[in-house]
């Protein structure tokens, strides 16, 4: 089977940064071809809404509340999304989820990881 993990979350003050991680793996002999990765957020109350993705020819989007302050990336040899975040704000907190794009199957979605931002 082939997984989505999400790591990198926590606790930061407003103007810190983290940075998120997503690995895709599978068990051995399955094979998986990525299109899009991906990261969408939720905040208690609220519809989950994309973040940033970055696609299989590496050209991204991003929300226009985090541009200039997140940066997407992505390395295709580990199956891995990064997802840089500065100058984090209170209105950033939320549960950040991973989600990957297959060319042949069907999408998956991680856990989930919280970010908070707080002083």
């Known amino acids: 089977q082939v997984q989505v993990v999400e790591s990198g979350g926590g606790l930061v003050q407003p103007g810190g940064s983290l940075k998120l991680s997503c690995a895709v793996s599978?068990?051995?002999?399955?094979?998986?071809?990525?299109?899009?990765m991906g990261w969408y957020r939720q905040a208690p109350g609220n519809e989950r809404k994309l973040v940033a993705k970055?696609?299989?020819?590496?050209?991204?989007n991003y929300a226009e509340s985090v541009k200039g302050r997140f940066t997407i990336s992505r390395d295709n040899a580990q199956n891995t999304v990064y997802l840089q975040m500065n100058n984090l704000k209170p209105e950033d907190t939320a549960i950040y989820y991973c989600?990957?794009?297959?060319?042949?199957?069907?999408?998956?979605r991680g856990q989930g990881t919280q970010v908070s931002v707080s002083s």
């Open positions: 989600n990957v794009e297959f060319l042949h199957s069907r999408p998956l």
């Open positions: 599978a068990v051995s002999g399955v094979k998986f071809a990525i299109d899009t």
């Open positions: 970055v696609n299989r020819d590496g050209t991204t």
